[in-house]
């Protein structure tokens, strides 16, 4: 019998985080200021009814989001998982919808579930940002109206545009601002690419660790220096600028490939080879730094998820 | 909204492996050369199925027992946690029980569930050692046809001897070789002792978490330390003999105190000023003499569990 996609999805956000060294990250050796570890497990569990919701295939995926962020709230006391969450509920969704079919847990499942979402998704998603603090960017002037931070105070103008939950996605996955500017804080939202992309980083990057050996909580982290050195990190440019994270993918990708260092792009063999010697080392820096990669960390648990779903298992 | 009693008993098996040190046992520091915490995280949410049928009501705590040990080694791929889930199973049906009643999860609520185990528990309790290998000692010469490691073979004497779950915790928690002679493998099981005496040290240890301060995951490792000085623990006495197991108690109540080494017995400020640097220390020199109180880290989990229950939250 197949694992529960739920109980995987719940294991994917635990491993996570105990993944180590996922330089800049809370993991199984490293608390930040204001978050610990044990936070993390108390969201995990909190976020149980969620997931539920996002498998029971008759709930909103906006809804199941929403109820998923606050149960995790309540139960950490603070904002642990949520871009984890955003990812999570929509591949939740399609292998339930996928099960008895050939297609399963495939990119173009998901890309149904997005394509799916209505409105109300979006009105629901909105909601899910008075549960918690998020760390955003300000949208471009002529989308203030449709700022996360308003809450449910955006339904109205949601409502008016008509626009869906995918649509609201597009819109921070290619920030007009941003376009080829290249210094404004409005950088690509990597959870908001892979809602309008069909999780190509998610999949990929789940390849990394179902090909990969050993212990799954390594696995997870050569994947987080492969996803944060292929492209810069939402968060840390939403905190510290386009610049810094650019210099951050750069200093992850130095690790890579172990002894012989990369040159042509990043794929599996460099990611399975990354040094975690010196990822150590790196998680120091980050942390002293107050450079948090967390999209990089939410695209891991996504790729968690669905390695497990492939039949990745953890170590005895 | 009181949290589900299922989801309480998770985050107890996600804190007792989490908490740091408990020395021996695997911790969010440490790993044992044949069992790492990520087999821990996969354990917990493969028992859920098992926790939700102790909720329910209707299944009997035994085959709930079973379906909780199953799932759990069917994800862990090893035996993580055989005897938390033992405590909590009954600590789950009492609270379930108890809702909506002045009574609560109170000793007497759980004492209530263990009477109430029937022969078919017992059955069911010994074949859920068919999932997993589990350190015990040899049973008596005249209870050999009750070995657990009999597993469902057993099935045939239960039933003839009409012995319910709790009279074989009966036979664990007093055996008749251990008494007086002080050098016999079989000192009492404490796990089957809480079972047959209403849970006496998990509700004491619940109150030395309530009333302590600082992150859940501290608390439980001082809680550990109070419980193994307290009494030697059973899987040492059976690797090692009961005199180590004595030995093991005494270096644990050493730390106890902090700068005032106590006298007056074990209370819960001896145990909220154990000194977590002198327990770092015992922890790799457990580690190193290869001994694991591992009964000692399951009446930590039933304790983290009842002090959920009682209003304990983790740290943000």
């Not at 969620?50 to 929403?66: H, K, M, P, S, V």
């Not at 009105?123 to 700022?147: I, M, S, T």
């Not at 339904?155 to 404004?184: C, I, K, N, Q």
């Not at 390849?207 to 982290?221: H, K, M, Q, T, V």
Request: hydrophobic share 45%; with cysteine.
């Amino acid at each position: 019998m197949r694992p529960d996609p739920v109980d995987d999805a719940t294991l994917a956000l635990l491993l996570e985080v105990a993944g180590t060294p996922k330089p800049g990250n809370v993991d199984r050796h490293r608390d930040l200021d204001d978050l610990r570890f044990e936070a993390f497990l108390g969201g995990a569990v909190g976020a149980r009814e969620g997931l539920e919701l996002a498998a029971d295939g008759e709930t909103t995926i906006g809804r199941a989001f929403e109820r998923g962020v606050a149960g995790m709230a309540a139960r950490a006391g603070t904002n642990t998982q949520f871009g984890c969450l955003l990812l999570l509920v929509p591949l939740v969704r399609a292998t339930v919808a996928g099960e008895g079919t050939d297609d399963g847990l495939a990119p173009a499942a998901v890309d149904r579930v997005t394509r799916g979402a209505t409105v109300d998704d979006a009105v629901a998603f909105y909601g899910a940002f008075e549960h918690v603090d998020v760390a955003v960017g300000d949208p471009p002037a002529a989308d203030a109206d449709l700022d996360v931070r308003r809450g449910s105070d955006a339904a109205p103008a949601l409502r008016e545009r008509g626009a869906t939950l995918r649509d609201v996605m597009a819109l921070s996955a290619d920030p007009p601002e941003s376009a080829g500017s290249g210094d404004s804080d409005n950088v690509p939202d990597r959870n908001a690419q892979e809602w309008v992309e069909g999780f190509p980083r998610t999949f990929r990057a789940a390849e990394w660790i179902r090909s990969d050996e050993g212990p799954l909580a390594d696995r997870a982290a050569r994947a987080f220096l492969g996803l944060l050195a292929a492209e810069p990190d939402t968060l840390v440019a939403a905190n510290h600028g386009p610049e810094t994270a650019r210099e951050v993918s750069e200093r992850a990708a130095a690790i890579l490939g172990g002894d012989r260092p990369i040159s042509g792009g990043i794929d599996a063999d460099a990611v399975h080879t990354a040094d975690l010697d010196a990822a150590e080392e790196l998680a120091d820096a980050f942390v002293e730094e107050g450079i948090n990669p967390g999209t990089t960390a939410d695209l891991t648990c996504a790729a968690l998820y669905v390695a497990l779903r492939r039949g990745a298992e953890v170590a005895p």
